[in-house]
């Protein structure tokens, strides 16, 4: 019902009570108390007596209804169960994800606007405060489990162009689940599933984008190395734009991955690299790997060519500085 | 206090309600009822009332305090959740593993004595009735995803070693999940788990043992291709001293496991395999390929050599007739 009043707020400049009530089949105490609720989401609305209700701002928050409104994807996005606060978007994803048997519909959204324990990949904490985007996306792709890598890449790749067309800023993609700015983090990918031995249960990805978080505010401790969006650019970003545009890219890829069309997708990511052609050391677990990124494959592992000419193929790794 | 009482009962012929009420500073009364309850559990107690109370006979049941007296391992099946009756215990398991922060220890059984949607691979049904033995164990390994076929390996492994030393029937290991006993499904092996890029979060190895069923009570569709212990050996097997063997074996493979030392659990999985040597078709899902299955490598896959003399590894598939 809120939501039928935001859309005739919106729609026109005043609107009164009366009218509301009556296109909408309510009384006026309960479109007052709708608009109430809507005050208490952050909606500023003023009331006037001859002319109405007037929808003055809305807020910067990614309401449901916000991202939904003029949102352009199939399927991507269409569930979202929003939270002002989570521990971590893919635990709560991952609760929700395991009772597949409840039909969570392909392409859920769990979205925090902070995280009280942000993780990012191998447990490491992910900083996660009030500006950032902070959301995990629930999906069952009939794929191997080892698409797992390109599950993540091609995630990658649509954040690059999201934040292109919406910023005009260009970022990279280091290999295997960061996109950066200028050498600096602005964003993470947490890939997660749920497995058989040839099948996947489900997968779980969590995207951290660093928004409109002022860079003074990180931890010192990550200060060096991160960046945000609007750091960059200099203003505030619309965080609803670039989610929206977001997940419309999304969409486009995962429907070219989900028919195991990886080639075009991995053209683009090895386009966005900033690992390709580096001299670097790769940190595998059990030990640390020196040599040339000289490729990405079609399984989007990492080809390095080590100093002694032999090329290695890494599923995944740590990059270190 | 139930599990006290059974600890007098099985070491005495006759303990009077009196002595066992000293013993363990309770009421008779008290002890009366824990000896209903355990009657309850199907425990055959006769009371005289000279001699006290005799264990006449204990129920063949899975029930933790059996499974737990006489179990040399050091972690595996120390915590068990028992159920008469669940879905799947699979299904259960991957919901308390999904809680770790609760802190749910490595090597936590749960046991069903039916299960009323058993699961095989690819959502596959299990026929799981009374008398067979259905478990999930519930583990953490610091291994990468890519184990999962050697931790399913090592598992048929333990089995096949356990049927031998509990039964004297040798068994074979179909790759990559089955367990044969002259050409026909005995044992069956459901690994599942949650993992990111390169890390488990958890596994959850469902394990299928067609003990004690009557091969006339299995669906139509799988008679032809299905047995049990029971059938094999011409009487019952005691389902209790077969898990105990078995977890004791799985443990010891396991922690070779865990150290990486994967070669010489190969070595036995290959010499009890049913596959090598012999030409297939195996369906990889996209298609069905034919050759010889002429290796399994250090990875779990398996090598199969094409009538145009390429080899490939197959990772997992499915063996056709």
């Known amino acids: 019902m809120a939501n039928d009043i935001l859309k005739y707020l919106k729609e026109k400049k005043y609107i009164s009570g009366e009218v509301l009530a009556r296109i909408l089949g309510i009384s006026r105490v309960a479109v007052w108390k709708q608009i ?17 209700y007037c929808l003055v701002s809305r807020p910067d928050l990614l309401l449901p ?3 939904q409104r003029g949102l352009s994807t199939e399927y991507i996005g269409k569930e979202i169960d929003y939270f002002p606060e989570l521990k971590s978007t893919n635990t709560t994803a991952k609760e929700k994800a395991l009772y597949k048997a409840e039909r969570i519909d392909e392409g859920k959204l769990i979205i925090a606007e902070r ?4 993780k990012g990949r ?8 009030a500006g950032g985007i902070w959301l995990s996306i629930i999906l069952y792709p009939q794929l191997f489990p080892s698409y797992i890598s390109r599950i993540t890449l091609t995630t990658a790749v649509a954040l690059v162009q999201a934040i ?3 910023t005009q800023i ?9 996109v950066l700015i200028n050498e600096k983090k602005v964003c993470g990918i947490l890939t997660e599933m749920s497995t058989e031995l040839d099948m996947i249960n489900w997968v779980v990805i969590g995207i951290g984008i660093n928004a409109n978080i002022n860079i003074c505010d990180f931890p010192e401790d990550i200060q060096k190395n991160s960046t945000s969006l609007k750091e960059t650019s200099g203003k505030e970003v619309s965080r609803v734009k670039l989610l929206q545009t977001f997940l419309k890219e999304f969409e486009k890829y995962y429907e070219k991955l989900k028919k195991k069309e990886f080639s075009s997708i991995l053209k683009e990511c090895k386009f966005f690299s900033h690992t390709l052609g580096k001299k670097i ?25 080590k100093e ?14």
Chains 1, 2 share one sequence.
């Open 36 to 52: 109430q609720k809507l005050k208490n989401m952050g909606y500023k609305i003023t009331s006037d007596q001859n002319l109405g």
């Open 65 to 67: 209804q916000e991202i």
């Open 115 to 118: 995280q009280s324990a942000g």
């Open 122 to 129: 191998l447990g490491r904490e992910w900083f996660s405060p």
């Open 164 to 166: 292109k067309a919406c």
């Open 170 to 178: 260009e970022s990279q993609i280091k290999w295997p689940n960061d």
């Open 281 to 305: 050391r790769v940190d595998i677990g059990e030990k640390i790997i020196k040599g040339e990124a000289i490729d990405i494959n079609e399984s989007g592992a990492l080809i390095l060519k």
């Open 308 to 321: 002694d000419g032999e090329s290695i193929e890494i599923i995944s790794g740590t990059i270190l500085k």
